[in-house]
């Protein structure tokens, strides 16, 4: 018996090893041996469970954290484990209790608060997410993670102050640390400096945020340069204040720079509050010749005096909050093709980009799809439109910044922070965006119905084109 317990035990000390060096596979197969082995190693079963559950195999992973939990019902970071899984299938109450006998069982260990502090903010329940994110940060005032989740519930009540100041401990810029020969911009003057504002986060991100160019330029900069995401490159071209735009998968072999800044370090540094939003509307703006061509081939595509109203119905499947801010497919906004006198036009790329191909029956939607090459396109489209329907995706950010109404469909599940709590407007987009809110998690049929009323309103109201629709 004691060779058989030294001999899983090695098999799982083996497979810890392997599981640090990044071999999954062979992890597993040592685990599985001890296990074999040794049925009742708690500690095997769990490690063997946080690997099926990164390979996707949920059902599996559930069943061995719990049978590691019925060997050793006090292992603090298996009910850890077990709630981040129960919480990824929408299990909410099922995570929330997992995660509180994580806390019973492990009070001093933040990761823990933190995630029961994330779990309640997405659910509104505010008070109780604030306090256990600030004692997450209270046991390890060094703990990112803790102030980077409060930061979202902070912005998202416009207490952007601390929330800025939280936001900032976000460590995402580690690389660029070595391959920028200037000093990161910490809010020093920048009259006669050079700034490069580097790719952050998404397209969406740096839509809204490089408006801060414009405020660099106020301040007294001489030069304000962006390396952005190369489906940005030729947009940004267009941007107040930017004087050279480039994409991160150039070869740029010098740019002037005194400093550097990620564009969502900028409102700390520059002390934006709710009341003081860099909001001047629009501040891109979509090339002429651009605008000239798209307006012959949507004359084209429409009849004389039609609404035309883009849609966006899905975002990136790499956003994290993906499946609750797109809709489940075109077939959702089906209830607007009852709307008569409007022209509907897919602005949709990548994810749901076929959809389009075959639009639902009681939704005739013009794809554009393929004639669209990027972001300069796509603005020169909007610039054609009388209004934009969209989920929270970069569509939304840019229709929002050149000026054009932009109707904005919002899941009630981890609502982004910039859409603030309780607003049918937004700041950021000053009289031209509009939200169309949750008031369930997962349910949009009300939402739209909501939109096809105002639509339908519109319509009547606004007849011809060439208006502002809000």
């Known amino acids: 018996m ?6 899983a035990e090695s098999l799982y000390n083996e497979g810890c090893r392997l599981m640090e ?74 995570a929330e209790e997992a995660y509180r006998k994580s806390i019973a069982l492990l009070p ?74 200037c000093p990161r911009w910490r809010g020093e003057s920048v009259a006669g400096k050079a700034l490069l504002l580097v790719f952050d986060a998404g397209n969406g991100d740096m839509i809204q945020f490089c408006r801060y160019a414009s405020v660099l330029k106020e301040r007294g900069a001489k030069l304000v340069t962006v390396i952005g995401h190369p489906p940005l490159k030729r947009l940004f071209r267009t941007m107040d204040g930017v004087d050279f735009a ?10 002037e720079a005194d400093y550097w800044t990620p564009p969502l370090s900028i409102p700390y540094y520059c002390r934006t509050r709710l009341d003081s939003i860099p909001a001047r509307i629009p501040y ?22 039609d609404l035309r109203v883009g849609l966006v119905w899905q975002g990136s499947r790499n956003f994290e909050n993906d499946a609750d801010r797109s809709l489940p497919g075109l077939s959702t906004l089906e209830p607007l093709g009852g709307v008569g006198g409007v ?20 939704l005739p939607v013009v794809n554009l799809a393929s004639e669209i090459e990027d972001f300069a396109d796509s603005a020169a489209i909007v610039s054609n439109l009388d209004l934009v329907i969209s989920v929270d995706t970069a569509m939304a950010h840019l229709t929002g910044a050149l000026g054009k109404p932009c109707w904005l469909l919002l899941p009630d599940y981890k609502t982004d922070w910039r859409w603030l709590d309780g607003r049918s407007d937004s700041p950021w987009y000053p009289g031209v965006m509009r939200l169309f809110r949750q008031h ?31």
């Open 2 to 7: 004691r060779n058989e317990s030294s001999s």
């Open 246 to 255: 480039y994409g991160f998968d150039e070869e740029i072999l010098h740019v």
């Open 343 to 362: 022209r509907f036009l897919s602005l949709q790329k990548g994810a749901g980009e076929d959809d389009a191909a075959l639009p639902p029956a009681g």
């Open 21 to 94: 060096s990044g071999d999954a596979d062979a992890a597993e197969l040592s685990f599985r041996k001890a296990i074999a082995i040794n049925p009742g190693l708690a500690a095997a079963h769990t490690n063997l469970g946080l690997l099926l559950e990164q390979k996707g195999n949920l059902a599996e992973a559930e069943k061995e954290y719990r049978l590691s939990l019925s060997l050793n019902p006090e292992g603090g970071r298996t009910w850890l484990n077990l709630g981040v899984l129960l919480l990824g299938q929408k299990r909410l109450a099922e």
């Open 108 to 181: 001093d260990f933040p990761p823990a608060w933190t995630n029961l502090g994330t779990l309640l903010a997405s659910l509104r329940r505010d008070d109780e997410a604030e306090v256990c994110l600030r004692q997450a940060i209270e046991l390890d005032p060094q703990y990112r993670s803790g102030y980077f989740n409060l930061s979202y519930l902070l912005l998202r009540q416009g207490r952007f102050e601390e929330g800025w100041e939280c936001f900032e401990k976000r460590d995402w810029y580690r690389h660029f640390e070595a391959r920028i020969p």
């Open 284 to 305: 891109l703006h979509a090339d002429p010749e651009l605008v000239k061509k798209w307006a012959k081939r949507l004359s084209d595509l429409s009849a004389p005096g």
């Open 440 to 470: 369930r998690m997962g349910e949009w049929v009300k939402v739209v119905e909501e939109v096809r009323e105002v639509l339908e309103t519109l319509v009547v109201s606004s007849p011809g084109r060439g208006n502002s629709p809000l």
